[in-house]
């Protein structure tokens, strides 16, 4: 069977070469899981410019869950870089699953140790091949991959880590923060690519994650059986790549007010009979941020604003969300509780704030108002179901506040999130339950 590419990142340099793909990513339609082709311009120095090592190294730290840090990444061999990726897709402590593909090639020496190596290591591996005719197809996104700077690296590896999730719930959520995060990326770059890979996730989460989680007893059962959102809502809405890269095109300009940037990407459609189905996606991913924003508002116009936020992480915990947040409290600092349970999307946002930071004072005005906008933010780990622990570190937190001036959103998991709405209350703080 074809394969179906989604997304290719290309050399600029080769735009005439028959194959110039770094790597491609793609499926096909009877197969679960995705396929990541490899190119084996990887393992050459001479090929890969010194401005991939950083793309590079945030692809290997999204895909490992953070548990692999590259340092020398200059230094890693094209069978290096297939170890890393097959090892990610194997562990089971990321939510990625993925098959590894080369291309075939053919050796006319024998001999040489390092083709010798090279040989063993292809018949040995858990890996894919595909021939160059396949690879030539055209994919729904293409980047030539020129010199970008880091923001928008982060965001290439945030859409193919988003692309390669597993179809587990923790895989499901994230998706949503990859794409929440491409779309701030968008608002203050105003970047085509970032918008299409915002446009490709919502996407494949529509037309590829949904259908294949539903083909699934387990994950329906198991993974998404308390899910508010259940993505198996999502296999009867039929959408075309077309109308959501027209939609996104058109009603994502930012003019410094995320409130109503995101009440226009929400009601835009509402009344067209014709583009429900992309209202509904559209609502399905992005409608809580707008529910957070438009609640901690009415609470701001009743009240005053605020010089800090006490709330809690949940699964769809993002850069955008936290940008919400802060906008529409007027906080500069947020405290953030983490669970087990999202210390991927808090490492996630640290990645966020470390790359944001790099640009302080910089040319880039929108990269710079960007930093400024962005709320300071810290993080204390709680526990989701130890009571006293939960109890030490909410009075802890509620007691080391200046009174009156902190809004406690409580959000997440249950027994912290009500137990921090009760104690701000009881300490005659501002709480709300979003």
Known sequence: MPL????????????????????????DDYVNPKIIYLSRKLGSRRKIPDRCKNLLKNIIRLLSGFTIEPVSIDKLKFYDFIRLFLSCSFSILTPFRYNVALSYSKYDEHTRVDVVKAIHARLTMPVSFIDYA??????LVEIYYDSFNELLDLSIASLIAGLLTSITRHGYYIRLIMMHTNLLFHFYTESKEVLDMCT?????????????????????????????????????IKVSWEDLKGYFKKLTSYDGDLGKTLGVLLEKYKSYNNKRNVYKIA???????????????????????FDHVVTIATEQW??????????ASGAKEITVLYTQNTLYQRLYENVFQEIISKYENSMNKKVNKLLHDYPRISYTFISSTDIEYINSIIENVIASRRKGDTLFISQGPIIPAIKLYIEALRHGEKAILV
């Open 318 to 327: 993002s850069p955008l969300q936290a940008l919400i947040i802060g906008e």
């Open 200 to 236: 490709l996730l919502a996407y494949d989460t529509v037309n590829w994650y949904a259908k294949q989680a539903h083909r699934l007893c387990e994950p329906e059962i198991a993974e998404y059986h308390y899910m508010i959102y259940d993505p198996g809502d999502l296999v009867n």
């Open 4 to 27: 179906n590419w989604q997304f290719k990142l290309l050399y600029e340099e080769d735009r005439s070469s028959s194959s110039n793909e770094i790597l491609a990513i793609g499926f």
């Open 283 to 305: 609502d399905r991913f992005f409608g809580r941020l707008k529910d957070i924003y438009n609640t901690v508002k009415h609470v701001v116009k009743n009240e005053h604003r």
């Open 134 to 139: 396949d690879l030539s197809r055209e994919s």
